[in-house]
């Protein structure tokens, strides 16, 4: 069983800037992808970032540029670093973790807000 807690989620101002973490404990094992999905009301949840344990990253088209995810292995986290922030990026934000390999799994995070109001 994994579990996995988001932090870092707040309101803040068009073109400001939030650091969003997420902490992974539990049995982890083996190569694996951490990542950001959101979703706002009325739409389907998306892909923001992820990022592989060897460092390999994909990022959604709407965030290249201004968002950045790192990890920490030693520590089982995965960071979002998002700058200039717009009002489109406000929703609800999720962590991930999967494995790779032949058997798939999958945890999923509670979620943290990130509202973006002037």
């Known amino acids: 069983q994994v579990q996995l807690v988001e932090s870092g989620g707040g309101l803040v101002q068009p073109g400001g800037s939030l650091r969003l973490s997420c902490a992974a404990s539990g049995s982890i094992f083996g190569m694996n992808t951490m990542g950001w999905y959101r979703q706002a009301p009325g739409k389907e949840r998306e892909l923001v970032a992820t990022?592989?344990?060897?460092?390999?990253?994909n990022y959604a088209d709407s965030v290249k540029g201004r968002f950045t995810i790192s990890r920490d292995n030693a520590k089982n986290t995965v960071y979002l670093q998002m700058n200039s922030l717009k009002p489109e990026d406000a929703a609800d934000y999720y962590c991930?973790?999967?494995?790779?390999?032949?058997?798939?799994?999958?945890?999923w995070g509670q979620g943290t807000q990130v509202a973006v109001s002037s």
């Open positions: 991930n973790i999967r494995g790779i390999g032949f058997y798939p799994w999958s945890y």
């Open positions: 990022i592989s344990s060897g460092g390999a990253t």
